[in-house]
């Protein structure tokens, strides 16, 4: 029997993946990573102020090298015939405004340099001002329109984006005939599409984060968000109204793309989703196992049966919608806006001096500071993760916050700012990475305590992403702090993977997701479990921790209303 292969992609932050895999078993035959050149220049992104853009090119770019570089590192007769489907996931809400024929503005002349034409990556903070009116407005609207993510609106979503972009940037605002998640943007370009009004959109990024709701037969009534802001009148009748789950077909190839990357036009392209929900596919999910993809930030995903859920509406997270992960389950996302961006913070802070005095030092070659930095750069962390293991932690130590980016849940605040208290002229680096970590570990404890307090009951923890498979000191003090289990999976893709799972349902090689998932998943290599000494001792700091938030927060809101 001639073998099949699929294609999943994945769009992170810094990179796209492509792999290209065995339909039949999940083998990995071959993977490909571009990063974003633009991107890696800081090209259009302003820290100080949160604003992240990304140039489509960027993508567009990645996207094609990657899969021609996937299929040529096979070394597989015949390759481009063999492969029957693509499927894709990206970062998100990472939207962007296009034209009336779906074009990205920014691949305008007019606009090619203007980062509001740009797509807003997830972690783009610029909207927190009209996330927060949103939330105002909501609460006195004859229908809660936010019932279904969690009753807050975040400024890292779909519209408070295109609301601060259309009131800084009346070009654009202007040119603008449809808003476009990153992942329903993608297969639209790879099946040629040239009508907006015909782009499919995933039920995944419509549910968590665009507030379309099968519930309301669709999005919001213009009524809502005209009330928000006149800017907005008349923009969701230029949107969507059908959504489609990611086992589905968004359609075939178009000649144009199938040439480019050296396959046929019965290729069929998935409809698009979110990296973390085809991620957790990837990292085989369970019903009541919170699934945590742990990168620069975490999403943290549960499934349920509808049949199980009923009513229940968990207040506080991102979101519960009906098929974003599974068809046919409720899938619930949850996550912090920083984890691994938060160590990475650190990391860069102590580099800082290194990286601005090396290279004044005389008596060494330019390449020899290179491969000084360099070598400090991928050791650091490891060396302060095996420093931090040899404290032996009090609960007067070193205590931090790990709002850094803002928090994403419990609760959306991307206003919230990062805290280090208990500093002592003893505080060294290891002490305050030890913290940082705890921290990440507590923030993530809230998300699960927030899940069983609405009556969402959580078994255990399955761990996806590079810092799950990278930091056992992290993945054991997540396991002390949490008292529960983490189940490492074996795949150091497991978002490309899980698409690519959808790339085979989408196909009709599987019935449904979960015969993929099974054939094709690669296991689990291993499971940290709790050390029962330090379960009560994390129990108390977990409530320093807590209290800490509540002052700083309280001091955050008394300061906005002075």
Not at 91 to 99: E, I
Not at 300 to 305: E, G, I, S
Not at 419 to 446: N, Q, S, W, Y
Request: glycine share 8%; with cysteine.
């Amino acid at each position: 029997m001639n073998k099949s292969y699929v294609i999943g992609v994945d769009y992170g932050s810094d990179s796209v993946r492509s792999v290209l895999v065995d339909a039949c078993n999940g083998e990995e035959i071959s993977s490909s990573v571009f990063y974003y050149p633009r991107w890696k220049k800081g090209a259009y992104c302003d820290a100080t102020i949160s604003q992240f853009r990304q140039h489509p090119l960027d993508y567009i770019e990645g996207l094609e090298a990657t899969i021609i570089d996937c299929l040529q590192k096979s070394g597989i007769p015949a390759i481009g015939q063999a492969v029957k489907a693509i499927s894709v996931d990206t970062t998100g809400s990472t939207p962007v405004a296009v034209n009336e024929q779906g074009v990205p503005l920014a691949l305008l002349d007019e606009f090619s340099e203007n980062p509001n034409a740009m797509f807003v990556l997830w972690k783009d903070h610029t909207a927190v001002e009209e996330a927060s009116e949103i939330n105002l407005y909501n609460e006195n609207s004859a229908v809660d329109y936010l019932k279904y993510v969690g009753g807050v609106y975040s400024s890292e979503w779909f519209w408070a984006k295109l609301l601060h972009v259309f009131r800084i940037d009346e070009g654009v605002r202007r040119a603008t005939f449809s808003w476009v998640e990153h992942c329903d943007y993608i297969p639209f370009l790879l099946t040629g599409g040239t009508n907006a009004r015909e782009m499919k959109r995933g039920v995944c990024s419509a549910g968590h984060k665009s507030l379309w709701a099968a519930a309301f037969d669709g999005l919001p009534p213009n009524t809502f968000f005209s009330g928000i802001d006149p800017l907005l009148d008349g923009m969701v009748d230029r949107l969507f109204s059908n959504t489609y789950t990611a086992d589905q077909s968004a359609g075939n190839l178009c000649a144009v793309w199938a040439e480019r990357l050296g396959l046929t036009t019965s290729v069929v392209v998935g409809i698009g989703a979110f990296d973390c929900h085809m991620g957790v596919v990837g990292g085989q999910i369970e019903p009541y196992y919170l699934s945590k993809v742990m990168g620069t930030s975490t999403c943290d995903m549960l499934v349920a049966p509808k049949e199980e859920v009923q009513d229940i509406l968990v207040k506080g997270i991102c979101g519960q919608v009906d098929g974003s992960i599974i068809p046919g389950m409720i899938g619930m996302e949850a996550g912090q806006s920083a984890f691994g961006d938060a160590y990475a913070w650190f990391k860069q802070v102590l580099l800082w001096p290194a990286k601005d005095l090396i290279p004044h030092i005389e008596g060494i070659s330019e390449q020899q500071r290179a491969q000084v930095i360099t070598s400090l750069e991928e050791q650091l962390l490891t060396r302060l993760s095996e420093k931090a293991a040899d404290i032996s932690p009090m609960q007067s130590a070193e205590l931090a916050m790990d709002w850094f980016n803002g928090r994403r849940t419990p609760d959306a605040n991307q206003a919230l700012k990062g805290a280090i208290t208990g500093l002592h002229l003893g505080t060294d680096a290891p002490r305050i990475f030890r913290a940082i970590v705890e921290a990440t570990c507590f923030g993530a404890k809230a998300i699960v305590d927030r899940f069983v307090e609405q009556g969402i009951t959580v078994k255990g923890l399955i761990g996806l992403g590079g810092v799950a498979k990278k930091s056992p000191f992290i993945m054991q003090m997540m396991a002390n702090v949490m008292n529960m289990p983490i189940k490492i999976h074996k795949s150091e893709q497991t978002c490309a993977i899980g698409a690519a799972m959808f790339a085979a349902t989408a196909a009709g090689l599987y019935t449904k997701v979960e015969d993929a998932m099974q054939a094709m998943g690669q296991g689990f290599e291993r499971t940290y479990t709790p050390e029962e000494k330090w379960v009560q001792f994390y129990t108390k700091r977990y409530e320093r921790y807590k209290a800490l938030g509540h002052f700083i927060e309280d001091k955050k809101t008394l300061s906005v209303n002075i």
